[in-house]
């Protein structure tokens, strides 16, 4: 009979406080170049989770078990009662115990399923909304900033871009003879071809040649010519839609209401996904089920742009001195 002898050594498990295993965190999603829009949600939403953690003696990552992230999930669903907001700081906890569980902190893996929302209707701008703010302003009495308003009104109509987009774009990003805009800075880091309708192009060509906008600078910039923030374009939308007399000041809706038109003219969802840059057909298909070969081919018909100013002749043609 073999005598096993107790073994003397023991293994020493690491504890990593909570805290110290979120900054492991977001250093490696910094390391992975996210950008700093995602690196502060994840900051956001982690934190109540830490919170809870220490109000139940739960401080170390070794202690997070199954049954805590499900009393945590209950403490959600008490304290918050809207089921967005709750599925947010989920997403946001899961990608963090998918780390812990790639860097073996986390033994086994703890799955979190989001919450089933109610999907609602998305705030969109109206017909008579539209008319509004596209009314072109007076050339001649008009300021920059006025005139940069409305283009950039017509631009997100017309294209649905993200603000976070539209701020980075530069002159040299548009091809106005193809009728693209080339979208540099995304969401999901890749870039992608936003095209523009022959209206829309008039529209760029036009205010690109009486501001003498150059190559370099950014399409819709400040008055003195530097990069606007999302806070300052947020804040010159909602003055400009306002003192047109229209009540929706969302900028995020501008976005709501072209992919609601594209749908309604039957526009191809795959085709949406690339205009609207998504990196799957989840988000596009909440459009589709809302509102139930090129990118450029076909997208006259289902340009916003393109209807409101068909066979008007407010749209006028640059006369320059290149061919005198």
Not at 210 to 222: A, M, Q, R, V
Request: proline share 2%; glycine share 2%; charged share 35%.
């Amino acid at each position: 009979m073999i005598n096993k002898k107790e073994c003397r050594f023991k293994r020493v498990v690491e504890k990593k406080k909570i805290e110290e295993a979120i900054q492991d965190f977001l250093l490696d999603c910094e390391v992975r170049s996210l950008s700093k829009w995602t690196i502060d949600f994840y900051k956001r939403t982690l934190k109540p989770f830490v919170f809870f953690g220490k109000q139940n003696s739960v401080e170390y990552v070794n202690d997070i078990t199954k049954e805590m992230v499900n009393k945590y999930i209950a403490h959600l669903k008490d304290s918050i009662e809207n089921t967005t907001t709750i599925n947010t700081y989920l997403r946001g906890l899961r990608t963090f115990l998918n780390f812990l569980k790639k860097e073996e902190f986390l033994e086994n893996e703890i799955e979190i399923n989001m919450l089933k929302e109610e999907e609602k209707i998305k705030e969109t701008y109206s017909d008579e909304d539209i008319k509004k703010l596209l009314k072109k302003p007076d050339l001649k009495k008009c300021s920059f900033a006025e005139y940069r308003n409305w283009v950039l009104v017509n631009y997100l109509l017309e294209t649905g871009n993200r603000l976070s987009s539209v701020i980075n774009i530069k002159v040299s990003d548009v091809d106005l003879e193809n009728g693209i805009v080339t979208i540099k800075h995304s969401k999901n880091k890749s870039h992608y071809f936003s095209p523009i309708s022959n209206t829309m192009c008039k529209i760029l060509r036009e205010y690109i040649a009486t501001w003498n906008l150059k190559e370099d600078d950014y399409l819709f910039p400040s008055q003195s010519g530097a990069q606007m923030t999302k806070n300052t374009i947020e804040k010159a939308i909602r003055d400009y839609n306002k003192k047109r007399g229209v009540k929706l000041t969302s900028i995020h809706a501008f976005r709501h209401t072209f992919a609601k038109n594209y749908i309604k003219t039957n526009g191809n969802p795959f085709k949406l996904k690339q205009l609207l840059g998504h990196k799957t057909l989840e988000i596009t298909n909440r459009y589709v089920r809302l509102y139930s070969e090129d990118l450029k081919k076909d997208f006259e018909e289902h340009s916003i742009i393109e209807k409101f100013y068909k066979g008007s002749k407010r749209i006028s043609k640059i006369k320059t001195n290149q061919n005198k």
